[in-house]
């Protein structure tokens, strides 16, 4: 059957939009609802180790290269610099050509320059390809939060996407245990051992790019698209397999009562209650980075400011990275029970809290023990704000709107190591982490104050 696209906004195309959302968010639970979260969790996994690969890299590399804390912070930078790009664009790019269309091309960007990476013979070559590097990167955490609230039922949106990041978030100790074991070794194979830490992002995105071609595209974006033949394949293929595996009937598709969902222009999030959504967001993104990534991407250089070795660094900051798998663990049986603007509020008044003690401990127990409270709470905030960001825009402008706004905490990103390695070098990490903790605490204010309510309810409604 020939899929001839109905004009975009018309009559026939909002109810069948309407329609498809509910026939998803109607669907049990089943097996293919997990694989599809696991495979395109993993990915995550790579954006998250990429992340925060940078703190490693710069102590690692202050030592091999003699790298001043200007240099150190442009290691940091770079990547961030490349995400901030790529999350902007690739994102629009996402609502006119497609969630899946995005997948095939940003890991795969990633993969490339990342074992380019590997052989840069100096600092340059190495600060100019992790820039492509995150380039292609840029929009891998906005297509997963995305992608799976599109096709995830309502019931279980939240703790699906949290187990995502989970499986995701499993890079992050990965890379200072590997940054540690690495670079105790000094060489393997003939090679530096810290380039061997960007080859293995480069390969194993590589390979989970080739999984990743068997992803169908979003039938609420086909929808939306005017594409409903096409949307309409999609769904009932998914509806076969979720019967089968479930060995039940399944449940009668409800009277669509939502507002159905139409081609939104990108204009549509500065009008409006989307308007307040967005200057909210906006905001939320920007202060979001001090606390969440700072600490990440930043704690082995902290570590090594208070007296501690490179090697040293690397360890306990991989004990405290331990956190961020647990944390975000922890947040699947809470994310869906607890409103999300409240968990946010907690979670981040945790992050603050956790921040400040790390920042002025000096025993080496205390350093670990609450960098791993500080990760663990960091966790529970990641979640459920990125299931909370999926849910607060229209499928039209979904992934535009939800990069654009990522976009600036990857901008912010690209300050932040100038700025708070500056601050940690004259006035040391208690500084830092007292900055920071005012920071979230003025995030707080703002979801509080303009964040809409969402947990539960469909994609359209909100």
């Keep these: 059957m020939t899929d001839t696209p109905t ?32 495979v395109v969790g993993i990915g995550a996994f790579f ?17 091999r290269w003699g790298l001043d804390h200007t240099a150190k912070a442009w290691v940091i930078a770079a990547g961030f610099l490349g995400m901030f790009a790529g999350a902007t664009v690739l994102s629009v790019l996402a609502d006119r050509f497609g969630r899946r269309r995005m997948f095939l091309v940003n890991l795969g960007g990633y993969a490339l320059f990342s074992l380019a990476a590997a052989a840069a013979p100096d600092l340059a070559w190495l600060v100019a390809l992790r820039f492509l590097a995150g380039l292609g990167l840029g929009a891998e955490l906005v297509l997963v939060d995305t992608y799976l609230a599109e096709f995830l039922p309502r019931a279980v949106r939240g703790r699906y996407l949290a187990g995502a990041y989970t499986l995701g978030f499993l890079g992050v100790p990965a890379a200072a245990l590997l940054g540690a ?32 071609r068997r992803l169908p595209e979003s039938p609420r974006w086909l929808a939306v698209r005017g594409r409903t033949a096409e949307a309409d394949r999609i769904v009932s293929g998914i509806e076969h397999r979720v019967a089968a595996e479930t060995g039940t009937s399944l449940p009668s598709v409800p009277d669509t009562g939502d507002v159905p969902e139409r081609r939104v222009p990108l204009g549509e999030m ?25 600490f990440g991407s930043l704690a082995p250089v902290v570590l ?31 994310i869906d029970r607890i409103e999300r603007r409240t968990l946010i509020i907690a979670s ?3 992050i603050a809290g956790c921040g400040l003690a790390f920042g002025f401990a000096t025993a080496t127990w205390a350093i670990v023990a609450f960098g791993f409270l500080l990760t663990v709470c960091s966790n529970v905030f990641s979640n459920a704000f990125h299931v909370y960001q999926t849910e607060l825009f229209p499928t039209g402008l979904r992934t535009s709107a939800i990069g654009i706004a990522y976009s600036l905490s990857r901008l912010t990103s690209v300050v932040l190591p100038f700025v708070a390695l500056s601050a940690l070098h004259a006035l ?25 309510r969402t947990t539960g309810r469909s994609l359209e409604r909100i």
């Design 348 to 350: 981040a008044l945790g």
């Design 47 to 63: 954006d998250l180790y990429e992340i925060f690969l940078g703190g490693v890299l710069a102590a690692v590399l202050a030592e």
């Design 428 to 452: 040391g990490p208690a500084a830092v982490f007292t900055g920071s903790a005012a920071l979230m605490v003025l995030l707080c204010l703002d979801v509080g104050l303009l964040g809409p």
């Design 7 to 38: 004009p975009p906004g018309s009559l026939r195309d909002a109810p069948t939009a309407a329609r498809v959302a509910a026939r998803l968010d109607r669907l049990p639970p089943s097996r293919w609802h997990r694989r599809i979260t696991v």
């Design 270 to 294: 500065f009008r409006g209650e989307y308007r307040r959504r967005t200057l909210m967001w906006w905001v939320f993104q920007i202060l979001q980075t001090t606390g969440y990534y700072g």
């Design 181 to 212: 074991r690495l670079v105790a070794g000094e060489r393997f194979l003939g090679v530096d051992g810290w380039r061997w830490l960007l080859v293995a992002g480069a390969l194993g995105a590589a390979f989970i790019q080739l999984m990743r």
């Design 304 to 334: 090594a400011a208070k007296g501690h070795t490179v090697t040293d660094s690397l360890l306990y900051a991989a004990l405290s990275y331990c956190g961020y798998p647990l944390g975000s663990a922890l947040s699947v049986p809470l």
